[in-house]
């Protein structure tokens, strides 16, 4: 079954922290991994993909996450955390089996200290 | 505006009424998507429209659920008798043919009293 599971429910770091949040799925065939954010009143915005090539991606805000098959992860980090990036990202895998479906997790809510 | 547009933007209804929430997606968007994020939860995949094919509406929590896509284009998600649990935000995303990447809209928060 395609399942797709972020274990820390929320997590807080101090402002200019490095942050990772992490990602594990399970997927029958190739994988589409995707980070997505959802700001407090906002929609969800899309930070990176990955679909093949550079197990290591980049994507916007300064966000990167890395694909390793062996774990089945696609955990997301970034160097330094700026308060706002305080919000909920969500991991998302998908593919084009039987159309474009795709599941999401629960959900890691960010909190920032400063 | 180019993005993906969703009305009502709140909607608070009585137990047992239907309600009707439309989404608008991006212009040649060939793919649409319905989800359901309860508070504190994760996005609950509800159904997914293709162009002309039939939806996959394998998300759908019962059949009080229903929803269709007009034209290829607008698409309204329809709840029947809601019942409190139905309570969360709708939100819909669209996709272009040959793509990857679904574009969200900002979601209908449904408030069942």
């Known amino acids: 079954a395609q399942s797709v599971t972020q274990p820390d429910i929320h997590i807080t770091v101090s402002e200019g922290a490095s942050l990772e949040l992490r990602c594990n799925y399970s997927y029958g065939a190739t994988p589409y991994l995707f980070w997505y954010v959802q700001s407090p009143g906002q929609g969800l915005q899309l930070l990176l993909k990955y679909f093949s090539g550079d197990t290591l991606v980049q994507g916007i805000k300064g966000f990167e996450a890395e694909f390793k098959r062996s774990q089945s992860s696609f955990n997301l980090r970034k160097p330094s955390v700026h308060w706002s990036d305080a919000a909920e990202y969500f991991c998302a895998v998908g593919g084009n089996t039987g159309g474009f479906k795709t599941i999401f997790g629960a959900g890691t809510r960010l909190f920032v200290k400063a | 505006g180019a993005g993906v547009s969703q009305s009502p933007s709140n909607k608070v209804t009585e137990k047992g009424k239907d309600v009707e929430l439309r989404c608008d997606p991006i212009?040649?968007?060939?793919?649409l998507y319905w989800y359901r994020q309860s508070l504190g939860q994760g996005l609950e995949f509800l159904i997914y429209?293709?162009?002309?094919?039939?939806?996959?509406k394998s998300g759908l929590p019962s059949d009080r659920f229903s929803a269709e896509r007009t034209g290829g284009s607008v698409s309204t998600l329809t709840i029947q008798r809601t019942q409190q649990e139905d309570s969360a935000v709708y939100l819909c995303?669209?996709?272009?043919?040959?793509?990857?990447?679904?574009?969200f809209g900002p979601g209908t928060r449904l408030t069942v009293l």
């Open positions: 995303a669209s996709m272009g043919f040959n793509t990857d990447t679904q574009y």
């Open positions: 212009s040649g968007h060939t793919a």
């Open positions: 429209f293709q162009g002309n094919s039939a939806p996959d």
